[in-house]
């Protein structure tokens, strides 16, 4: 069946540690997005990307980054300098085009220690 | 600019009730509108969504939502609440542009009870 992985399910970071989580799609779409959900404020977009080889930062980028190498993943690192990691991460996917809507995958929650 | 205001952070129903969670937009354009459902430690899954066809949208789980456009709102109803709807609710809307951006609300927690 179609759909988005994402890996760890639950990940551990230490002060000063950059992590990467891991987020693969077997479904085509072109288009790609990184979200940080934190507890009442519903979902923060981090990053995007419409097509391999391109992305844009999104509402909350800092100490964050991704690539796109390939069409099916798209990895988000939490690095050293995001301040205040411990959230629950979403990827999703979309096609390209007017309101297909998103698929998520099944998250990766990070934690500080 | 978009954006969406879900009215309410927490709803509680007692089961077979109706379920109302309130949803409105904000847009310049002819918005494209979606609700999708949490469960705890999951991702987000697509209830139903509004694309500009008819007003009154059915969804799985016997979810619908109507479009309201001179009241811009896209509330979510369910005529009877089951314990398996306990659950966040996500209002969204995206935004004009050449790309597929969502914008979501804050979220509405629906907590049923026996």
């Known amino acids: 069946d179609g759909g988005i992985t994402q890996s760890p399910k639950y990940l551990f970071r230490k002060e000063g540690q950059n992590v990467t989580l891991s987020c693969e799609q077997n479904?085509?779409?072109?288009?790609m997005y990184w979200y940080r959900q934190d507890p009442g404020q519903g979902l923060r977009l981090i990053y995007y990307?419409?097509?391999?080889?391109?992305?844009q930062k999104g509402d909350i980028a800092e100490g964050y980054s991704v690539s796109r190498e390939k069409k099916e993943s798209f990895p988000l690192t939490v690095t050293s300098a995001q301040k205040n990691p411990t959230a629950f991460y979403l990827c999703a996917s979309s096609e390209t085009g007017t309101s297909p809507g998103y698929t998520f995958g099944s998250g990766t929650r990070l934690t500080v220690v | 600019a978009q954006s969406v205001t879900q009215l309410g952070s927490h709803v509680s129903v007692s089961e077979g009730a109706l379920v109302l969670l309130r949803c409105n937009y904000s847009?310049?354009?002819?918005?494209?509108l979606f609700w999708y459902v949490q469960y705890p430690n999951q991702g987000l899954q697509l209830l139903l969504k509004?694309?500009?066809?008819?007003?009154l949208v059915k969804g799985i789980n016997g979810f619908e939502a109507e479009f309201k456009k001179s009241e811009t709102s896209f509330h979510l109803t369910k005529p009877s609440a089951h314990m398996s709807d306990a659950a966040e609710y996500f209002c969204?809307?995206?935004?004009?542009?050449?790309?597929?951006?969502?914008?979501f609300g804050a979220g509405t927690r629906l907590a049923v009870h026996p």
């Open positions: 969204a809307v995206s935004s004009s542009g050449g790309y597929n951006k969502l914008i």
């Open positions: 990307s419409q097509i391999v080889n391109d992305f």
């Open positions: 509004y694309t500009s066809a008819a007003t």
């Open positions: 847009s310049s354009v002819p918005p494209y």
């Open positions: 479904l085509n779409h072109d288009a």
